[in-house]
């Protein structure tokens, strides 16, 4: 009940493409939901970040959906740019509980 | 600059060793973390503290040891009875209030000589 499944495991996308990451999870107590960011040899960074009572949240070229009633919640990143290629974890939590990360998404923007 | 200072940045450690990660923060967070990352198979929490003087194991806390004496800082002891310790090491750290972030260190890759 605890997991978050997090696909594709790797994602190759062309410059200005758009990337979509998805996330899936059981537990229904989750209460926040964030998305991170990692480049290679850095720890991740927060990206956006949404809550269960809005199904969208925008912030620049990056938008979480959220479809309560599926359990699932996804990353789209707009006009994807080579400096955008990271790995990407998405990630669940009840109130003061530990986050429960995705396994992660390796994306590559080819130029 | 407030952050997270994690040290060394790359660490070998032999067979029957004990090694130490340290994790350093001037956010002023309450809570700390230790995760374990390795090609694949995203972030595992190995231990975690929300006060000074107390801390609870995480998912994957065989062979690793914490002590949490100070609020800034957080280590991690590797012990030998870690088989396969190869991997990257994050601390992390959290504020206690409602809807804080996580954030992250730069993290130490640990290997076996």
């Known amino acids: 009940q605890q997991q978050v499944k997090q696909s594709p495991q790797s994602l190759i996308v062309q410059k200005g493409g758009i990337s979509i990451i998805n996330c899936a999870y059981e537990n229904t107590a989750f209460d926040y939901f964030p998305w991170y960011q990692q480049f290679p040899g850095k720890g991740p960074a927060l990206l956006i970040a949404i809550r269960p009572d809005v199904s969208e949240k925008k912030e620049g070229r990056f938008t979480i959906s959220f479809n309560k009633s599926a359990k699932q919640f996804s990353l789209h990143i707009m006009d994807s740019q080579p400096g955008d290629s990271a790995t990407y974890f998405c990630?669940?939590?009840?109130?003061?509980?530990?986050?429960?990360f995705g396994k992660g998404t390796m994306l590559l923007v080819s130029p | 600059d407030g952050g997270i200072t994690q040290s060394p940045k790359y660490l070998f450690r032999k067979e029957g060793q004990n090694v130490t990660l340290s994790c350093e923060q001037n956010l002023n967070h309450d809570a700390m973390y230790w995760y374990r990352q390795d090609p694949g198979q995203g972030l595992r929490l190995i231990y975690y503290?929300?006060?000074?003087?107390?801390?609870q194991k995480g998912d994957i806390a065989e062979g690793y040891s914490v002590s949490r004496e100070k609020k800034e800082s957080f280590p991690l002891t590797v012990t030998s009875a870690q088989k396969n310790p190869t991997a990257f090491y994050l601390c992390a750290s959290q504020g206690t209030s409602v809807g804080e972030k996580l954030f992250f260190g730069s993290g130490t890759q640990l290997s076996v000589l």
């Open positions: 990630a669940a939590r009840t109130g003061y509980s530990t986050l429960t």
């Open positions: 503290s929300q006060i000074v003087n107390d801390f």
